[in-house]
């Protein structure tokens, strides 16, 4: 498969996704805890609110880590 083909069918799997993802947060869906865990900073005052999901960053690196990973190993095989 030429390389333009191989960035097409990755740019459309990752299309794909996004629009899932956005569907399901849309129509009431969410992610439970996270967001709202320990490690995540939220800082309210008079001129508004800072938000740092330091946490929350952390688990979905992992978890993007280890589904790339995984798929990245089946698909060489």
Do not use: W
Request: charged residues 10%.
């Amino acid at each position: 498969m030429g390389s333009q083909q191989a960035m097409g069918q990755m740019l459309l799997v990752l299309g794909g996704v996004i629009l899932l993802v956005g569907a399901f947060l849309y129509f009431g869906g969410g992610f439970g805890a996270l967001g709202k865990l320990p490690g995540d900073i939220r800082v309210e005052g008079k001129g508004g609110v800072f938000y740092a999901p330091i946490a929350t960053s952390i688990i979905i690196s992992l978890i993007l880590t280890v589904l790339l990973n995984l798929f990245l190993f089946l698909r060489s095989r």
